[in-house]
């Protein structure tokens, strides 16, 4: 039998898929910043791409904790460049598969580089029997808790 934790991070995985259009914050220097990206997901890493010019690969460099939120899931999670995507066969792939035109605009690029984000923490909303509960998953203790939210 497995226990909540995996049966729970098992199931949020479920929902966000295989790949997702997901909003990625970075923050340096007190300066906080979101925006939407297109994101592979594969054995429970975030994988996207961008180019080294941009506001958040400057981010990222100088601060490796982003968080991302896609619908009622918020994750926390530490960011590392992994080189060029199209060195990378099974993102491209799968990024072609799910994202044909960035892939055909932006992946063959020189200044474009990949990106793995491994969560560190994961929260969700959720609802037990119509009443608000918030779930949290502390992935490096395989720890799961359940708050029920008060009205």
Request: aromatic content about 14%; proline content about 2%.
């Amino acid at each position: 039998m497995k226990n909540n934790y995996d049966i729970k991070y098992n199931e949020i995985f479920q929902q966000i898929g295989n790949h997702a259009k997901i909003v990625l914050a970075t923050s340096h220097n007190d300066r906080v910043s979101a925006r939407k990206m297109s994101f592979i997901i594969k054995e429970g890493l975030f994988y996207f791409q961008t180019d080294i010019t941009f506001h958040k690969y400057q981010d990222i460099q100088a601060n490796k904790n982003v968080a991302l939120c896609i619908d009622n899931i918020q994750i926390e999670g530490i960011c590392k460049e992994i080189g060029h995507p199209l060195d990378h066969q099974d993102f491209c792939h799968d990024f072609k598969t799910h994202f044909l035109s960035s892939y055909e605009n932006y992946s063959h690029l020189k200044n474009e580089r990949l990106f793995v984000v491994k969560p560190t923490f994961i929260q969700r909303w959720n609802y037990i029997d119509e009443n608000p509960i918030i779930e949290q998953l502390y992935i490096n203790e395989e720890k799961y808790y359940e708050k029920q939210y008060l009205k």
